[in-house]
């Protein structure tokens, strides 16, 4: 939350809790420790931000829940239930990249748990310059600062870090149990629903911080796709048949975020492999990967427990350890 | 005996339980030992066969290169972790560097990419790019050398 707006955020909290009933300007004022009218003027604000707030002379300012919430920081910041991750949020209604966005904060000291939201991108992107669809009022775009204070060797482990807690936040929205893809593509039945690029800034022995973008597929109706994507991609939309509210969901994503990364840091690596290898389901299925001039083909053996490598067993016999390429899951019967 | 068997050789033996593994050739000896405390397989040890390598010969012309990168204060530098080296943010791009280029401290020299984990890997000081060691989209092991960057004085 930028402190500018903290005094929103603390009303729009408090109505929240209060339902549907009213709050009276004086029980606010007396919360935010700020005069009435000084009440008055966020509350304007706030409706400029597109929340609707009832008024009554004699009882006060009620939140209409029943009218759709704008998608905005002071929304998700209300509603969160974290110690430090989405504490700091910066969100803007368009954006080149909100890893670029994220990238810039850290280098400029932006605290851990400091998280960018867009609600477009005009670049959103994927691994090595690839496009990422990021039209507005759909989904969810958001960069995370996380500084672990690990050695660059080690900051691989929050690729699955993050695959796990998508796909944990994934899992609640959706009517299908996700899978993830070799290291952190998010599956509704096979299709892209989440993607995540990690980028890092470091020195040699020392991680400055590291940006998880995520990018998840929400409202956005697989029409709306280009065609090139219809094939592979998909939405909760398109899975659970209704709107999920995207403030709700970057809460809950935060709150699984800030779990893994506690248990991360006190117990290492391996409580996130088992978690990860709960939702990973390519182990004995033939896979293909492509990396930079090479083609690997072969049958997935699972995952190398020490550093998430992926290990695939080729024709030949050999078994290879997979640590950077596009994995192609081939279907049963193909 | 080149790179290509050692790393055939060390692959083999992480699905083994094997802890040491000796192999004598025409060209040199290969010793593999298992660490004993993190239980991991220690960096391949490489020995020449005689005492003193015949001039010219591979072992020689590294030690002179060696001895030409202190004498004339080029720095290497380094993989920070295991992955994939890209010369460029995508492969219609151009090149971050090339041999030659003049560069500052900060700016970005590759990425090497591991489990889609992106490492921007930067110049720590002013310089010039002399040598590029590895090609696009190999792989490079940490501490591997990576660039040869004559610092300006």
Known sequence: MQAKEAAEVEIIRLLKAGKDSYISGQALSAALGVSRTAV?????????????????????????????A???????????????IGRNICFYPSLDSTNMKAFELGRQGAPEGTAVIADSQTGGKGRLGRRWESPAGANLYTSIILRPGIPPRHAHNLTFLSAVAVAETV?????????????????????KVAGILMEMDSEPDRVHFVVAGIGV???????????RLRPMATSLYEKSGKETNRAVFTCVLYSSLEKWYKVYREKGFLPLMEAWKGFFASVGKTVTVRSFDSV???????????????????????????????????RDGL | MDIKDIKAIYKFLRETDIVEFE???????????????????????????????????????????????????????????VGTFYRSPSPEASSFVELGSIV??????????????????????????????????????????????????
């Open chain 1, 296 to 330: 690997i083909e072969g049958v997935c053996l699972g995952v190398d427990d020490d550093d998430g490598a992926l290990l695939v067993k080729t024709r030949a016999g050999a078994i290879e350890r997979v640590v950077s390429g596009d994995v192609e899951i081939k």
């Open chain 1, 171 to 191: 899992e609640r929205f959706s009517p299908v149990r996700p899978t993830v893809k070799w290291p952190n593509d998010i599956l509704l039945d096979g299709k």
């Open chain 1, 40 to 68: 008055w003027k966020h509350i304007e604000k706030a409706r400029e931000m597109g929340f609707s707030i009832e008024a009554l002379p004699s009882k006060g300012y009620r939140l209409n829940t029943s009218a759709d």
């Open chain 1, 217 to 227: 597929n929400i409202n956005i109706k697989v029409t709306a796709f280009p065609d």
């Open chain 2, 104 to 153: 500052k401290s900060g700016q970005t020299l590759c990425i090497i990419e591991a489990m889609k984990l992106m490492n921007e890997v930067e110049c720590e000081f002013n310089g010039k790019v002399v040598q590029i060691l590895v090609d696009n989209g190999q792989p490079v092991e940490y501490g591997e050398p990576l660039f040869h960057v004559e610092v300006s004085r």
């Open chain 2, 23 to 81: 192999v004598e050739g025409a060209d040199g000896k290969l010793r593999l030992k298992r660490g004993t405390a993190a239980g991991a397989l220690q960096q391949p040890v490489f020995e020449a066969p005689s005492p003193a390598p015949a001039p010219g010969s591979a072992q020689e012309i590294k030690k002179e290169e060696a001895e030409k990168v202190k004498a004339e204060n080029i720095k290497v530098v380094t993989s920070p972790m």
């Open chain 1, 70 to 84: 704008p998608f905005n920081g002071i929304e998700v910041s209300s509603g969160l239930e974290t110690g430090f």
